[in-house]
Structures are given as C-alpha cells and as structure tokens.
C-alpha cells in the first residue's frame, strides 16, 4: 500500500501525499522522538520528511520495504538536527509527563499510577515500551536504531512489561 502512495506521489498526486502522511505520521514522529529526544525537534523532522519524500518520490525504488525508505530519511535528518544543535540529552520526564497529562480518557489517579509506574523504568526500558507499544515500531527496527542485538531488545521489552504489570497490580510504583 504504502508503495503504490509513493508511486502516486512521484506522478504528482497530492491526495497520495496526504493519504502517505495520515498512514505514518505517527510512526516517523515517534521515531523522530526516540532519536532526538525533543518534541519540537522531532516536528520538524516530521514535516522535513515529508517535504523530502515529496521531492524524492520519484527517485524511490521498491524493495518492498517503503517504511524502511521513509525511516532512513527520517534517521538522517535527525543525524543532521544532532549534528546541528549537539542535543544528545534523554528525553526530560517532564516532556513525557505533559504528553500523558494531555491523554483525556485517562482519570486523574489513572495519570497518576502511569507516571508512577514509567518512572520506574529505565530510560532505556522506557525508550523501548513506547516505541514497540506506542509508535508500532518492530523490535528488529528499535534494535537497529539503538544499535542493541534483538535479543537485548526483547528482554529489556520483556522486562518493562512485567515491571510495569507488577506496579500495577500492587497498585504503586516500585523500587528498582
């Protein structure tokens, strides 16, 4: 799907473009994100990208792995954006912390044990969970971009799911 909207793109079809931007907006801005560590930077690669696919649709040959055509241009303009602002911080728990605030189908308490239960992960572990569970990214694609083996991956996921799970069945946080 994702190439045959590419291919509509490189003929000029401007309803592709926006067809393109709604199926992975999400996925190439959470990526952004875990790259860059800062949401407004993590906007502007967004709308670079797409600028950048707009103008090199017709230079995209499938190899029927359009997501991974999109993530590389995604993972060089956030090279580019470190290079440029020398940002390599973590992502600030207040950043994440606004983000969850900002979720209205959560109560009040339910905000609340979240944050909790997140801080109890490792920024690492943290970075792992919202990818694969948030942005939908593979664990193959999270394992590439932190440069980590799949394994490592898997039970650094593994353990953060069960970490999270005991903090919310005891109902509090937890101790690391």
């Known amino acids: ?13 401007r309803h592709a473009a926006e067809l393109l931007y709604r199926h992975t907006a999400k996925s190439v ?8 560590k800062n949401p407004a930077d993590a906007e502007d690669v967004l709308h670079d990208c797409f600028v950048q ?3 090199k649709a017709q230079s995209y040959r ?4 359009p997501m991974a055509w999109i993530l590389t241009i995604v993972k060089n303009l956030c090279r580019d954006t470190l290079r440029k602002h020398k ?16 979720q209205k189908h959560l109560s009040h308490d339910e905000r609340l044990l979240l944050e909790e239960c997140m801080n109890g992960l490792s920024q690492e572990e943290r970075m792992i969970l919202v990818q694969h569970a948030v942005f939908g990214f593979k664990h193959q694609e999270i394992a590439d971009d932190l440069s980590l083996p799949l394994s490592t991956v898997l039970s650094k996921y593994r ?9 919310l069945l005891k109902g509090d946080a937890y101790d690391e």
């Open 87 to 102: 940002k390599t911080d973590a992502l600030p728990d207040e950043d994440w912390i606004m983000d969850l605030a900002e």
């Open 29 to 36: 801005y959470g990526y952004a994100l875990s790259l860059l």
């Open 62 to 65: 499938s190899q029927g792995k």
């Open 159 to 167: 353990r953060a799911l069960l970490k999270l799970r005991t903090a």
């Open 53 to 55: 696919i707009l103008q």
């Open 1 to 13: 799907m994702l190439d045959s909207l590419i291919e509509r793109i490189s003929s000029g079809d």
